[in-house]
């Protein structure tokens, strides 16, 4: 009963409000999937301990018609966009063999 007592009393999560300034949308080009893959260069400029990944391979990594693991697995991507400004990155993924 003490259980049932303490589930009662605890809160649902809460998430972040949502910001009417900030648009998401899918990344369906190559423009899309190189600004997809370049973000993480922007979000962690002068950090001295990032370690920047190699482009070329980031943007074949998401791009279906290239990488073989999409042949039996779905994946989108988005960028969130403040201003047109890119300032985030989603990836979906489900993998069918899991």
Do not use: C, W
Request: aromatic fraction near 12%; proline fraction near 7%.
């Amino acid at each position: 009963m003490a259980v049932a007592a303490r589930r009662s009393a605890e809160v649902a999560p809460r998430f972040a409000a949502r910001s009417p300034d900030v648009t998401i949308e899918e990344v369906v080009t190559a423009v899309g999937r190189d600004e997809f893959s370049r973000f993480p260069l922007e979000l962690y400029a002068g950090d001295d301990k990032f370690v920047p990944p190699i482009i070329a391979e980031r943007r074949e990594f998401i791009d279906p018609s290239i990488n073989p693991f999409f042949q039996h697995a779905r994946g989108a991507f988005f960028l969130a966009r403040r201003q047109g400004k890119v300032v985030g990155r989603i990836a979906a993924v489900n993998d069918t063999r899991y």
